[in-house]
Every structure is written in structure tokens, then in C-alpha cells.
């Protein structure tokens, strides 16, 4: 019974935490600067952004009264989780890297601090849209955006150029390439549905213009199940059973290899699409080039989202301006952006940020206009806004989809298994729901 | 000479002078596994329960302070845990996957321990040490290092799908039993050694041969151990969690509730429904509880020689 007693020993936590912070009652929001203690402040901050202490000691040098101190996490589902868990348990960083998408579920379990006040300026730095996704659409500010996830299509353009194939522009061209390439050599797939990647389904459906969640009035819009996600599930559907497309999961030993060995052509993914190639296919090295998304039709000009996160200050900091100030330098500060794209390898927010992306990823060095590419595709990228409850959605993605894939059945199925099963959690939570 | 016993005297004496003292020093030596029991047992087990009763209320929008609050459930909770059939879908699925660990591995023990023991087996030592051995590689270790085998792509056996709907359960009960043989194993082993060796001479003596001694005699003393390794076994079953977990991310077979502990974690963990999953746990060890002491309960006379 390993989970139980790991249940209840987090329970346990749990009690001893309330215990202990119930005394000090809710902490004020203007705590925080070094008089009131006589000491520096100090913080810790959750990510998983490669070398971000080498970028947090840059702060520290220069701010002594505030130091952050950095705690190495896994990232993913995982992070978020355990973000929870130590908010619940009372103990939670000060600082959290927040992905766009598990914000609306912090916020609503209370987790996050409303910054709103202490980002004022931090605002005009930001585009619209990734603004609203730390908003929710709300007056509140819940984050600092970090870095976003535009999607593209990475292909090999080497072996397109083998097999004859053209960049395609529309989906239906991708579809005709993906029976193209079958026809030519059976080993090879133009790429793979995963029924293990819910965020890059949605980064799809934003695409063709889906707005999963929406707020109206005091009310929750849930719409995981509307024309736009039909379509690109219906696509994908027949496309695994009409058996040229491949249906592996992205991230496993197998797709690596597939990567790898050149038997999957075209990953539609995000910017941050070059620090995955490089380590899982290194051999590809300089042989993979990026174009927009295929389009549904033809003239058209969008992009979704894959991915992508914020800085958040826990609810329960006792010192929330002074992590409000340090998560605003971090991702609008020239000098923090510059080291978060070059030790972090980060692909920042902020509109300042994407100026200074100059030089490819080396995987990418023989595509020199890279970030131009990146910046332009970025521009038509739209979002939507997440709801309190993703963690679920997506938990139905993986589990509607892992069953339509193996039973070959159809895909719209399982968005609305995803629909039913969204609705069902948040009526059962409580939460206003609009029909 | 006298014949009283040696004992009196000094149980005399302890009643006439240390009467109150022998009143507390039992309670003492006592006191660090209750509070042992009390802090990591009982209060665990008791807030868990209090969880179970209670749930999450949302109002409106669920945005900003105060709009989440903790409300008494009833029963509610239990009544979700019983009546939601994924559970009972992952209770059949661990049956299945169950019956073959359970027939596999205790088998495989029970035939190895009898061949180690056997008379003139060479290299016995070595060959009980590398049956032994998976059982100190961790579960998810394990687990990864087969998932490796199995990938379509990267397996060595071939292009077969081993993960594959059709497959899948095996392959997980493969692992289980590869890791969980050797322990077993050894569990009888141990117990054979123990057999005085003129039993075997008497059977010899009477014209019985290998076989005949491992069926007649050697299973038969057996039955307790081979009892005593059963309850671990079902009692592991019931909790695998491991093997499915660590395969899920490389197949599409595995759904996030394919055993009931596995359910537990994803409403505590994923969906971040506590209430939902103290509740579960209860039913899932209320069951456990009820299916390892009837399995006892109707073994009991072979289990411990009562009558």
C-alpha cells in the first residue's frame, strides 16, 4: 500500500503544517521589505529552467537585501502537483514556475498570490494575449509571464527533399504527403498522433479556433467538445486508421529512436521544439528546418500555443512584494532576459525578449533565420483561456485518446468523453457552470 | 531431593516487593511502539478517514480567497468510490493480471526450491543467488529496463506487441514474476533446509525416489510456507502500482485507473481530489483486509497445523 502511505504520510504533513502556521493568521501583502525584519529577505523560487541559479546569483549580487534561493524541479504534470500539495500542506516556495495552463488551477485552490498591484508596470511588456493567460480574463494578476510556446512544423528537409515531398500548407496537403510518404517507403511515418500530449492537442485546437474554457459573467463556459476540436480530432482520427500516420506517444525511448533514425519526418510542435531535437536526435543535427503550422485553409494564417510558463508568488509568502519585484526583473529586465535565453534556453514572453533572440539553435545552424521564423509564427499564434480544472481535462485526453487509438475508434468520441468528463468534475466541485 | 520447581522463589519474591513497579514497566517497554503506532499508524489512518468524510465546495467561479471551502460529505464520497465502475474495472483487471502472478511466480518457486534441494545439484549456491537476484533490483527499475525489452522498435525480441492490448497484462505480470520469484523461492528453500534429513533417508530406505519424496513428503511439510508466501503475494497484487505506472508513458493500453491504487493516486495527485481518494483507500483496505484474513481464515488449518 506504498500510495496510501504516501497519502497519509502527506496527510500527516498536512495536519502538522496547519498546525503550525494556524496561529499567524493570513500574511499581509506588504510585508517584505528588509526593515521589518532587520535581515535581507530571503526566497525560494521552484523551476525548471536549466541554469537558473547562474542567473538567480546575478540578482543576488546586485540585490542583497532580497536573495532568492533555487530549487531544482522536475517540471510537468509532477511540478504542478507537488506545488499543490505543499500549498495545501502549508509549506509552498515563495516563487513557482507556473505553466500557462495549471495557473487557473492554482489560483483556484487558492495557491497563487494576485500581484496586481506590484506588477503595474510589468504589463505594457507583455503582448495581449499572454497577458490574459496569467489574467484569466480577470482585473487580478496572477503571474509573471515567463516564456511561450508558439507551435510550428519541424520537418527534415533532407528527406523531404528524398522523398519529393513539398513543405505543405493546409492540413489536407499534410494528410497527402503523409499517404505519399507510406507509398514510398513503408518504415517511414510523416509524423505520429500522441495520445499522451493533451497540451499539444490543445496548442491544435487553438489553432483552428477553439476556445475550450471561457468565463461569462459568474459562470464557467466549458467547450473542450465544439466544432473546432471536432475537426482536428476528426482529422488525426482518420488519419491513424487510415494507417499513415503513426500513433506513438512523443517523448518515449521509441519516438526518439524514430526521431533519430529519420522514420518519423515532421514533429508539429512548439519553439522550444530545438532543446528536445538536439538531445532525443542528435543525429538530425542541422538536417531539420521549421515553416508554419499546416493551415485549414488555405490563405489562412494561425498558430496555437504548446506549453509555455509564468512566475508565480505563492498566497502563502510572507513576503510577496519583495518575490512580486524579483519575478518582474526576472522576465522583463534586459540583462535577466538575455541570460535566461542564453543559460536557460528559454524563449521569453515579453516582446523585449523576442528582440534579442538573434543566433539560431545550434541543431538549427544551417537555418540562420531561426528566431525570425520563430517571431513571426509567434505573432499569429492565439490562445485561449484555461480552466480551473485542466488537470482533469487532460487526464481524460490521455485516457479517451490512449483507448480511441488502440481500439482504432473515433476520435470525436473521446473529445467528448473529455467534455462530459471536464463538466462532470466541476459540477460536482461546485463551481457556477454556464450552459 | 525436591522437585520444586526452580522459579518459585524469585516469582515470590516479585509479588511480595515489586508488585507496583511490574504494574508499569510492561507499559513502558511498550510506550515507543505505541507512540510509534499512534504517530505513523493510527492518526494517518484516522485523519484519513475524518478526509473521507468531507469534500471541496466551490462557489461561483472558484477564483480568488475564499471561494473554496471544506464541507461535511456524509457518506458521499464512499457512495462515488463504491459505485464508480472503474474501480471495479481495475479490480477485474488486477484479478486477471492477479491469477497469473500469483500461479506463475508461487509455481516457479516452488519448483526451483524443490530442485535446489534435491540431492547432487551442482552450483547450487550460485544458481539460488542469481534466481535471487532481480528481487534486489527496485520496481521501477525493473519495470523500466523490461519496458525497454518490450518497445516495437527497440526490442530485441522483435517487432511483437508486447504492449499491445492483447499482451500488456502479461507483460506486466511478466515483470512481477521475474522480480518476485526469487524471494519466494527462497521463503521455501529456507523452510526445506530446515527438514530433518533422516526423513528423506527413511523414504529412501522405503524405495521412494526424488520425486516421489518432493510430492509425498517435502510439499506437504511446505504447505505453511507455500500458505505464508501466498498472503504476501495477494496482498502485493492488490497493491501493484508500480509495473502499470512505469509502462503507462510508452503504451496506450494502461489508462491512469488500470488498478485501484492507481486511481487513488491520480484523484490525490492529478485531479487533486483528496476527499475522492481517502475515501477510495478506505474501500480499497476494507477489501485487502477482508480478502487476505478469508484467505487465511479458510487455509487456516493447513496454515498453522491447528485443527
Not at chain 1, 500522441?194 to 499539444?200: I, M, V
Not at chain 2, 520444586?4 to 508488585?19: D, E, F, I
Not at chain 2, 533490483?137 to 529496463?145: F, N, Q, R, S
Request: proline share 6%; charged share 15%; net charge neutral.
Amino acid at each position: 500500500m506504498r500510495v496510501y502511505q504516501l497519502a497519509t504520510a502527506a496527510i500527516l504533513v498536512a495536519t502538522l503544517g496547519a498546525a503550525c502556521s494556524g496561529g499567524s493568521g493570513e500574511p499581509s501583502a506588504t510585508t517584505g521589505g528588509a526593515a521589518a525584519s532587520g535581515g535581507p529577505v530571503t526566497l525560494t523560487y521552484w523551476t525548471w529552467v536549466p541554469n537558473m541559479d547562474k542567473i538567480v546569483r546575478v540578482w543576488n549580487q546586485a540585490h542583497p537585501d532580497i536573495q532568492v534561493t533555487v530549487s531544482k524541479q522536475a517540471g510537468g504534470d509532477d511540478a504542478a502537483a507537488k506545488f499543490l500539495t505543499a500549498a495545501r500542506a502549508g509549506n509552498p516556495p515563495d516563487l513557482v514556475q507556473a505553466e500557462y495552463q495549471m495557473l487557473p488551477s492554482f489560483v483556484a485552490a487558492g495557491a497563487v498570490a494576485d500581484i496586481r498591484a506590484e506588477t503595474a508596470r510589468a504589463k505594457g511588456e507583455f503582448g495581449e494575449g499572454v497577458w490574459g493567460l496569467v489574467t484569466l480574463g480577470t482585473d487580478a494578476v496572477y503571474a509573471v509571464p515567463q516564456d511561450s510556446g508558439p507551435m510550428m512544423l519541424y520537418y527534415r528537409r533532407d528527406l523531404f527533399e528524398k522523398y519529393g515531398i513539398e513543405v505543405p500548407k493546409t492540413w489536407d496537403e499534410y494528410a497527402e504527403a503523409a499517404r505519399a510518404v507510406r507509398g514510398k517507403d513503408p518504415k517511414v511515418f510523416l509524423g505520429t498522433f500522441s495520445s499522451k500530449d493533451p497540451g499539444w492537442f490543445a496548442g491544435l485546437a487553438q489553432q483552428a479556433g477553439a476556445q475550450w474554457w471561457s468565463i461569462d459573467g459568474d459562470a464557467w463556459k466549458v467547450a473542450v467538445d465544439d466544432e473546432a476540436t471536432r475537426k482536428v480530432a476528426s482529422y488525426w482520427g482518420g488519419l491513424v486508421k487510415e494507417g499513415v500516420i503513426d500513433d506513438m506517444p512523443y517523448f518515449t525511448p521509441e519516438w526518439n529512436k524514430a526521431l533519430n533514425d529519420g522514420r518519423l519526418l515532421t514533429w508539429p510542435s512548439a519553439v522550444w521544439g530545438p532543446g528536445v531535437l538536439s538531445s532525443n536526435a542528435p543525429k538530425g543535427k542541422g538536417r531539420w528546418a521549421v515553416a508554419p503550422l499546416p493551415q485549414w485553409n488555405a490563405g489562412e494564417n494561425h498558430s496555437g500555443f504548446w506549453g509555455g510558463s509564468s512566475t508565480a508568488v505563492a498566497a502563502k509568502s510572507p513576503s510577496r512584494a519583495a518575490a512580486a519585484t524579483f519575478a518582474t526583473w526576472l522576465n522583463t529586465d534586459p540583462q535577466a532576459l538575455g541570460l535566461l535565453i542564453g543559460e536557460g534556453a528559454v524563449y521569453p514572453a515579453s516582446t523585449k525578449g523576442a528582440a534579442l533572440m538573434t543566433e539560431a539553435p545550434g541543431y538549427f545552424s544551417t537555418q540562420p533565420d531561426f528566431w525570425k521564423q520563430a517571431a513571426a509564427i509567434g505573432a499569429t499564434a492565439r490562445g485561449f483561456t484555461f480552466g480551473p480544472d485542466v488537470n482533469v481535462t487532460y487526464n481524460a485526453y490521455r485516457d479517451a485518446f490512449d483507448k480511441a487509438v488502440a481500439d482504432r475508434s473515433d476520435f470525436t468520441a473521446a473529445v467528448r468523453t473529455m467534455q462530459d468528463t471536464t463538466v462532470a468534475d466541476m459540477r460536482k466541485t461546485g463551481f457556477t457552470l454556464a450552459q | 531431593m525436591t522437585t520444586r520447581p526452580l522459579t518459585t522463589r524469585p516469582v515470590t519474591t516479585r509479588t511480595r516487593k515489586g508488585a507496583p513497579r511490574a504494574g508499569a514497566v510492561p507499559y513502558l517497554f511498550l510506550a515507543p511502539a505505541m507512540v510509534l503506532f499512534t504517530l505513523f499508524m493510527a492518526l494517518p489512518i484516522g485523519y484519513t478517514g475524518y478526509l473521507s468524510l468531507r469534500r471541496t465546495k466551490v462557489s461561483g467561479l472558484g477564483l480568488g480567497a475564499g471561494a473554496r471551502t471544506e464541507v461535511f460529505a456524509g457518506l458521499g464520497n464512499y457512495a462515488a468510490a463504491i459505485g464508480d465502475g472503474e474501480l471495479w474495472a481495475g479490480w477485474l483487471r488486477v484479478l486477471g493480471y492477479g491469477a497469473l502472478v500469483l500461479a506463475l511466480m508461487l509455481g516457479l518457486a516452488l519448483v526451483f526450491a524443490l530442485m535446489l534441494d534435491a540431492a547432487h545439484v551442482r552450483l547450487a549456491r550460485i544458481t539460488r543467488i542469481s534466481i535471487y537476484l532481480p528481487y534486489a533490483v527496485p520496481g521501477v527499475a525493473a519495470t523500466l529496463m523490461w519496458g525497454f525489452l518490450y518497445l516495437p522498435g527497440l526490442s530485441p525480441f522483435g517487432d511483437h506487441p508486447f504492449l499491445g492490448a492483447g499482451l500488456v497484462t502479461f507483460s506486466m505480470a511478466n515483470v512481477a514474476v521475474w522480480g518476485g520469484t526469487g524471494f519466494n523461492m527462497l521463503v521455501l528453500y529456507t523452510n526445506l533446509r530446515a527438514v530433518p534429513r533422516e526423513y528423506y533417508e527413511a523414504a529412501r530406505i522405503d524405495g521412494a525416489g526424488e520425486l516421489a519424496i518432493a510430492l509425498r513428503i517435502k510439499i506437504p511439510i511446505l504447505v505453511p510456507a507455500i500458505v505464508l508466501t501466498t498472503v504476501f503475494s495477494v496482498v502485493a497484487t492488490i497493491q501493484v502500482f508500480t509495473e502499470p505506472t512505469t509502462l503507462r508513458p510508452l503504451t496506450n493500453t494502461i489508462s491512469s485507473t488500470w488498478s485501484p491504487l492507481m486511481k487513488v493516486y491520480r484523484d490525490a495527485f492529478v485531479t487533486g481530489d483528496l476527499h475522492s481518494a481517502a475515501a477510495t483507500s478506505m474501500v480499497i483496505a476494507g477489501i485487502s483486509l477482508v480478502v487476505s484474513l478469508g484467505f487465511l481464515r479458510i487455509v487456516k488449518n493447513h496454515a498453522f497445523g491447528e485443527d
